[in-house]
């Protein structure tokens, strides 16, 4: 099982240093590819793929939103060698509606045929005053995947391996951003330090054998870089 780390966790660190610069500190943490966000940095896609390849890195997957799945331009998929692509968020009102899930059955189907899973990636407010729009969602598309982040289970009530189990057939790989004991505004500890069952989580990617998994962070106190390879050390260890 290989190691990711979602890159707009390193957005702003990106806009500082550069993409080449954290490109090379993401390697040199020890993780093995990145999943992208809808951002070329300027760079077209043979470039962006020249820079990965330099560093050895993979590409993953790639979150984007509901028109560029439905664009069906797949120059970045082809060039990248995106397997996964993600939905990183849709609103409450989005969630309930029919036409939504159809739209992503058919998103599924027509990735699918090209070899590249499409998936739903959720946040804490598909849970708000007792609903389950995950549940709904994945019932009402049945080729859609969960890419589940156990950081916003854990904030919205939901042990992730409890909430996980009855969903494993659907899973295409996990989020893993820990969560703080003092809440989700407070610096994410370290992996293992905190209440999002990353070790549970870790473990149960292995048993399901998925490809990889996903670090992430939003809130740090230490530098990133430390931060990232301790994250990559603990995956291992576990």
């Known amino acids: 099982m290989k190691i990711a780390v979602q890159l707009y966790s390193l957005r702003n ?4 240093e550069g993409f080449e610069a954290v490109l ?5 943490a020890g993780v093995d590819g990145v999943e992208a966000i809808e951002n070329g940095y300027g760079l077209a896609p043979d470039a962006y793929r020249a820079l990965l390849d330099k560093y050895g890195l993979e590409a993953f997957g790639c979150h984007c939103g509901m028109d560029a799945l439905a664009d069906r331009t797949t120059t970045w998929s082809k060039a990248l060698g995106f397997k996964q692509l993600i939905v990183p968020w849709l609103s409450v009102d989005a969630l309930k509606m029919k036409a939504t899930a159809s739209a992503l059955q058919s998103d599924a189907e027509f990735y699918a045929k090209r070899g590249i899973e499409v998936g739903y990636h959720n946040h804490a407010h598909e849970f708000e005053n007792g609903a389950d729009y995950i549940a709904g969602l ?10 589940p982040d156990i950081f916003w289970l854990a904030a919205a009530g939901k042990p992730a391996a409890e909430y996980l189990k009855p969903l494993e057939n659907r899973l295409m790989t996990i989020h893993l951003k820990e969560l703080s004991k003092d809440g989700a505004d407070a610096p994410n500890p370290y992996f293992g330090k905190g209440v999002s069952e990353i070790k549970q989580c870790v473990e149960l990617a292995k048993k399901l054998k998925l490809s990889h998994v996903v670090i992430e962070f939003e ?4 530098p990133w870089r430390k931060y990232l390879k301790k994250a990559a050390e603990y995956i291992r260890r576990v």
Do not use: Q, Y
Not at 13 to 16: D, F, V, W
Not at 24 to 28: D, Q
Not at 138 to 147: H, R, S, Y
């Open 13 to 16: 660190e990106i806009e500082k």
């Open 24 to 28: 090379k500190g993401v390697k040199a």
């Open 138 to 147: 994945l019932n009402a598309a049945p080729l859609l995947k969960f890419e």
């Open 219 to 222: 809130n740090l106190d230490v």
